[in-house]
């Protein structure tokens, strides 16, 4: 079975300081997609960033980058320069082909960001 | 562009009742869509995948006869809660995924359904 692990229910940062947020996964499919997604209070799903699992560079989308360790099966998002916005939940992804692409999550870790 | 969007954004309804709830692709088309269930301070969970002109496939747990799904067109998916009870309350959220072996999906804004 394909699981997702958040071991963070909650975590918190100080505005411009960085944050890391932990995800293991276990798979044994070899085609696979990870992603972190954000959830506001209005709950609306914001994809935050994505990695292929064949792409050995770690995926970065501005102030959000991803520490993809395949062999080790971890996936942490690192904010930098963490803003008040950045406060929600963030949900660690994953996918796979044969599964049509349906997402499967981990439990979420609330992020807090103080002034 | 990707925009998915849900209707009703909220319903309250009686026990024992049934509420529709619609999921629309608006500037995409989409062969695959998911239903997601999210209880209050949890994750989303896998409800069903739905393909367009054919029979929604369920997760294990969640029952067929109750939630109904039916994907006619390439931008509309419909979940169905048929005579709801309040344990079915919780908030549902669509997802589309765009036809042409895309798999990146798209989510609406999600359902709060309450039954009373």
């Known amino acids: 079975a394909q699981t997702v692990t958040q071991s963070q229910p909650e975590m918190s940062v100080q505005e411009a300081e960085t944050v890391t947020l932990s995800c293991t996964y276990d798979?044994?499919?070899?085609?696979?997609?990870l992603f972190w997604y954000k959830q506001p209070p209005s709950r609306q799903m914001i994809l935050v960033i994505r990695?292929?699992?064949?792409?050995?560079q770690n995926a970065t989308e501005n102030r959000f980058s991803v520490n993809f360790q395949k062999a080790a099966k971890s996936f942490s998002l690192k904010i930098s320069d963490s803003q008040l916005g950045d406060a929600a939940m963030y949900f660690c992804?994953?996918?796979?082909?044969?599964?049509?692409?349906?997402?499967?999550f981990g439990k979420g870790t609330s992020l807090l960001v103080t002034p | 562009g990707a925009v998915v969007s849900q209707h009703p954004s909220w319903v309250i309804c009686k026990s024992g009742t049934s509420v529709k709830i619609e999921c629309r692709s608006l500037?995409?088309?989409?062969?695959?869509m998911f239903w997601y269930r999210q209880f209050p301070k949890q994750s989303l969970m896998l409800m069903a995948t739905?393909?367009?002109?054919?029979?929604?496939?369920?997760e294990q747990g969640v029952e067929k006869d109750k939630f109904l799904i039916n994907h006619a067109s390439l931008t509309l998916s419909t979940l169905t809660v048929t005579s709801a009870h309040p344990e079915d309350s919780s908030f549902y959220i669509c997802?589309?995924?765009?036809?042409?072996?895309?798999?990146?999906?798209?989510f609406g804004p999600g359902t709060r359904l309450t039954v009373l």
């Open positions: 739905s393909n367009e002109g054919s029979k929604a496939t369920y």
């Open positions: 500037d995409f088309q989409a062969t695959t």
């Open positions: 997802s589309a995924r765009p036809s042409g072996g895309y798999n990146e999906q798209f």
């Open positions: 798979t044994s499919e070899s085609d696979y997609y």
């Open positions: 990695q292929e699992a064949y792409k050995q």
């Open positions: 992804a994953y996918t796979y082909s044969n599964s049509g692409y349906a997402l499967n």
